[in-house]
């Protein structure tokens, strides 16, 4: 089973990790410091003692005046103080200030160091020549210099950092005191309770979750509400012909007519519920093949018309010749749902018509009636299962429910349009072949 991981619990290791990268980046950053600013100091250690040389050489500065202008340029100010000789090894001569005696060790060009004043020094040697040069820097003069420039570095990047790690915790506790507060009000709710969500916090983000919440609560109890409904038609549906059977049954001249009226009532609505069920949940043994559309619809039209004739509303219907790819009793069953639900619907009807528009490799089957209609705002409900016009609509309301779910399984979709006056039923089907 795999490990739960909260919210906060991410927050905090988000909070830890930002907070040891600000630890680290300063120290990161002064070592990366320290290397440039040594470098940069000894580059210029190197650039005076050169200078220095050609001064000299080019007899700027004469041999007797050397001590004078060594103190004079270079003398202690605190902040940047240097240590300077100038020796020629073939005449002999020798100056320096700071009364640095002649120390006497490697001749070659480079990096030297050594100990005076109580002090450390650090830097430049140059022999070009006889002539002998070394500048040197006190070392703990430039480790302030390192100081000063790190420090000048540093502290901004800190300071971001420690307000980026407020900020940062501002931000967690914006989102998941809001979000620990919704859970808390879920928790506490009792399974009947079906009331929205207050919004509790400003955040968009957080806004959107309980919209969303609440657009689920709403559509479960507009699905509880229709269960409700369901079960109370249901009973109703069944109960009636159940009482007219008992009394039929129980008298001794029992009409079978009426009996078997009922029975095949009873049927109707089990059948009718049944396809419901399993078309919903994917139980539909669907048989697809190629079949002839009109062959199809042929005894449908047929029986329709016998019964639209009897409730006194004429039926057209005009069959084209032609194969689609589908399942023939599920398509009939479609047909024949819209057909019922016409007459049944269409109180103030007399006329009702089948016909078929053939565009390109597309067949279109139109159903319309010159009833009353259903209202634009109603129609896309009336496709939804157990959906009525009204409490006095005979029937369960599933009628347009399957046959949306058939037309779903033929790829395709019911459309719910106004025929002014009535309603007119579209379903277009693909994949047409000419029989």
């Not at 005191?177 to 399974?191: E, F, T, Y």
């Not at 078309?279 to 449908?300: K, M, P, Y």
């Not at 009353?372 to 429910?401: N, S, Y």
Request: glycine letters at 4%; a negative charge.
């Amino acid at each position: 089973m795999k490990q739960q991981l909260k919210l906060k619990q991410l927050a905090w290791a988000l909070g830890i990790s930002i907070a040891l990268t600000a630890l680290i980046t300063p120290v990161i950053t002064w070592l990366a410091v320290d290397d440039e600013l040594s470098e940069l100091l000894y580059e210029d250690i190197q650039q005076q003692t050169q200078l220095l040389y050609r001064l000299i050489d080019r007899g700027h500065i004469a041999a007797d005046e050397l001590e004078v202008f060594l103190n004079e340029s270079f003398i202690d100010d605190h902040e940047d103080t240097f240590l300077i000789s100038v020796e020629h090894l073939k005449e002999h001569w020798y100056a320096s200030n700071f009364n640095l005696e002649r120390h006497y060790g490697s001749t070659e060009s480079g990096v030297i160091q050594m100990q005076h004043m109580n002090h450390f020094w650090k830097g430049y040697q140059l022999r070009q020549g006889d002539l002998l040069i070394k500048l040197m820097r006190r070392d703990d003069m430039a480790n302030d210099i390192k100081g000063d420039v790190t420090e000048d570095v540093l502290l901004p990047i800190m300071l971001g950092n420690l307000i980026s790690i407020f900020l940062l915790l501002v931000l967690l506790n914006l989102v998941t005191a809001p979000l620990n507060r919704l859970v808390h009000l879920i928790r506490q709710r009792h399974a009947e309770d079906l009331s929205e969500l207050p919004q509790i916090s400003r955040l968009t983000e957080l806004q959107a979750i309980t919209s969303s919440l609440n657009r689920l609560i709403t559509g479960i109890k507009e699905t509880l509400q229709r269960e409700k409904r369901f079960t109370s038609d249901v009973a109703h549906e069944l109960r009636t012909p159940l009482t007219t059977l008992k009394l039929e049954l129980s008298m001794p001249d029992t009409d079978h007519k009426s009996v078997r009226k009922e029975v095949d009532r009873l049927i109707h609505v089990v059948d009718q519920l049944l396809i419901l069920a399993r078309i919903e949940a994917g139980q539909w043994q669907q048989h697809c093949s190629r079949f002839n559309i009109r062959t199809a619809l042929q005894d449908v039209c047929q029986r329709s018309e016998s019964r639209l004739q009897q409730a006194g509303i004429r039926f057209d219907y005009a069959l084209s010749d032609f194969d689609i790819e589908g399942d023939p009793t599920l398509i009939s069953l479609l047909v024949e749902n819209l057909l019922n639900n016409a007459a049944r619907h269409a109180e103030t009807a007399d006329h009702v018509s089948l016909k078929m528009q053939v565009t390109a490799s597309r067949l279109r089957l139109i159903i319309e009636d010159n009833g009353r209609g259903i209202p634009a705002p109603k129609r896309q409900a009336m496709l939804e299962p157990f959906a009525r016009l009204d409490q006095r609509t005979e029937g369960l309301g599933l009628g347009l429910a399957i046959s949306q779910q058939i037309a779903r399984l033929h790829g395709s979709q019911l459309a719910l349009e106004d025929a002014e006056p009535g309603l007119r039923v579209c379903l277009t089907f693909d994949h047409l072949m000419q029989s």
